[in-house]
């Protein structure tokens, strides 16, 4: 099942009081927010380059790296990278993509 599924057998409940009311609203907009977390955003998915005034940041979601890149002189460039688990732009889990694309290559 995923969040627009769950959304609409939530949506689907009865309710008898306001505070069960308030709690399904609340699970409505947490899975909500959710899926529109896991769409992602142009830093991952399009691997935009996140600027500023040291050098840039780009998300590389093949392998779950964050690369930083500094042109430090006209012929210096310096370069170093980290694993991450997570969009930091948009909090988007990126190891969960990773997964889906490999078994989508499997098949």
Known sequence: MNEIEAIE??????ICCNSA??????AIQALREKAEREKGCIYCRERKPILDELGD?????TDCTLWFTS????DDIYEEHTKINYC?????????????????EEK
């Open 57 to 61: 940041l780009q998300i590389d979601d």
């Open 88 to 104: 930091p732009m948009c909090g988007r889990k990126l190891s969960d993509h990773i997964g889906e694309a490999n078994n989508m």
């Open 21 to 26: 009311e308030t709690a399904r609203d609340l």
């Open 71 to 74: 042109q430090v002189e006209a």
């Open 9 to 14: 057998i939530i949506k689907n409940v009865d």
